[in-house]
């Protein structure tokens, strides 16, 4: 009975696992279009946004030569 139960924990340990969901890759076209230190700037001093609203806030703002 205890192999059957080591197999089941490994079983669903690995459905589980397998079935995370991962972040995709940063595009790094917009990357090279951003200055890093306005963008580190903004994210400090800007509050009362939630994480992801603040980062595209600041991606639009501290945009190079567009």
């Known amino acids: 009975m205890l192999r059957y139960e080591k197999i089941l924990i490994l079983l669903f ?15 790094l076209e917009h990357q090279l279009n951003l200055d ?3 963008y580190n ?3 400090d ?3 009362g946004m939630k994480l992801s609203q603040l980062e595209a806030f600041c991606k639009l703002q501290c945009q190079l030569g567009n």
């Open 13 to 27: 340990l690995s459905v589980i696992l397998t079935s995370c969901k991962t972040t995709p890759e940063p595009d």
């Open 36 to 38: 890093f230190g306005c």
């Open 41 to 43: 700037i903004c994210l």
């Open 45 to 47: 001093a800007t509050k």
